[in-house]
């Protein structure tokens, strides 16, 4: 136990954590278990979920001119829903795999597999974060409830991905990019070609940013089984990869922009676009930092994905603002 004054107890920290998170220093210890199963120790998966809600809801705004007070809950319930639906992710990904966690180095501290937390437990935790998300999706327009049910489809599918696929990267993408196409039609009422154009270039970005994560693994992976496109392309062939998955998602961001901008409006075209342009320039500075042997250097370049994502937020909004 902590004592007042002490430093924080560590124990049962999860060893890719953020180090001085809030979870291991301040929650109260009977929940810390819980809040490591829904990464709250690692927000960068809840932003990676986040910003393509914020894409979508921001460039149905500018396509059709309109900011309703409700957008502003659309705004906020995207940011509880990413919270709650990566967390609710994260801990049937943990249920799923319990056994292939513990034997990963990087992933044995993990609640389950360090007997911190039983199934049990992390399932029905997963339920509660599940019923909190759906009670929130309610307050949406119908049609974005029904893309909100059927987003959990691939959700649940893919922590089985990587054993039968050595694309799993591709279910990532699919279950982590659906907000554009929520959050799109949360403003419009229905969906449209920005918002599937938005969604396959966030898809493009998921292999981007996840196969620079996955070189953390490969190792590991090799030896239990477990398929990534890091194992795939292996060292030599992962930077050019990368560059076509760069290209891929800054091209289909551009479209989106150009099918989302009104007509006529130059100026606004052209902040919309340096959107897409700031995008691909981060993710060309990632590539120039790119060492797929260094787990630090990986780790790192994975989490200044938040940053790469929140360019296009920032223009977006000062296009809606022009």
Known sequence: MTHPGAAPDPEGQVSDAVRGNWVDHHAPAW???YLRLSRADRPIGT??????CWWGLLLAMVADGQARWFDLWIFAGCGIGAILMRGAGCTWNDITDRDFDGSVARTASRPIPSGQVSVKQALAWAVIQCLISFAILL???PMAILLGIVALGPVAIYPFAKRFTWWPQVFLGIAFNWGALLAWTAHSGSLGWPAVALYF????????????????????DALIGVKSTARLFGDARTPAMLARFLVISVALMGI????AAPHGEIGQLVILIAGPWAFGWHMMWQMRKLDVNDNDVLLKLFRANRDAGLLPVLFFAAALLA
């Open 201 to 220: 270039s966030g898809m493009a970005w998921t292999l981007f940013y996840d196969t620079i994560y996955a070189h953390q693994d490969k190792e590991d």
């Open 139 to 141: 307050t949406f327009p």
């Open 256 to 259: 989106a922009v150009v099918l």
């Open 31 to 33: 929940s810390r278990p």
């Open 47 to 52: 932003w990676l979920l986040l910003l393509p």
